[in-house]
């Protein structure tokens, strides 16, 4: 059983059956949530991504030039995510940044 301070008392306690069994299941929603929440985060910065990019492909079909395979790898890699990345360990690498905000991860970058 957990512990739990009483604001009326101002002191610790052990939760009572019902408080433990509503502590347990807010627990539960917030954990069940933490991973979707991470793949939703790695979502936005995929379409940012693309959307930062599309300019150039959109420049490249104006002028009828064609992109580097790189740069298209590096596309089809963002929208590739979805589906090679799909567990909590890699999405935390996807989200990783150095101490200056930056991402760290290779996907990022072309």
């Given at each position: 059983?957990?512990?739990?301070?009483?604001?009326?008392?101002?002191?610790?306690?052990d939760?009572?059956?019902?408080?433990?069994?509503?502590?347990?299941?807010?627990?539960?929603?917030?954990?069940?949530?933490?991973?979707?929440?991470?793949?939703?985060?790695?979502?936005?910065l995929?379409?940012?991504?693309?959307?930062?990019?599309?300019?150039?492909?959109?420049?490249?079909?104006?002028?009828?030039?064609?992109?580097?395979?790189?740069?298209?790898?590096?596309?089809?890699?963002?929208?590739?995510?979805?589906?090679?990345?799909?567990?909590?360990?890699?999405?935390?690498?996807?989200?990783?940044?150095?101490?200056?905000?930056?991402?760290?991860?290779?996907?990022?970058?072309?």
């Amino acid at each position: 059983m957990s512990k739990c301070f009483d604001a009326t008392t101002k002191t610790v306690r052990d939760y009572t059956a019902e408080e433990q069994a509503d502590y347990d299941a807010r627990m539960k929603t917030l954990n069940d949530s933490i991973v979707p929440r991470k793949l939703e985060k790695v979502r936005e910065l995929r379409n940012e991504k693309l959307s930062e990019s599309d300019w150039q492909v959109t420049s490249a079909k104006e002028k009828g030039t064609t992109l580097s395979t790189s740069f298209k790898n590096w596309r089809q890699e963002l929208r590739d995510i979805p589906s090679t990345y799909t567990t909590e360990s890699e999405y935390d690498e996807l989200l990783a940044r150095d101490e200056d905000g930056n991402l760290t991860h290779s996907v990022w970058s072309e």
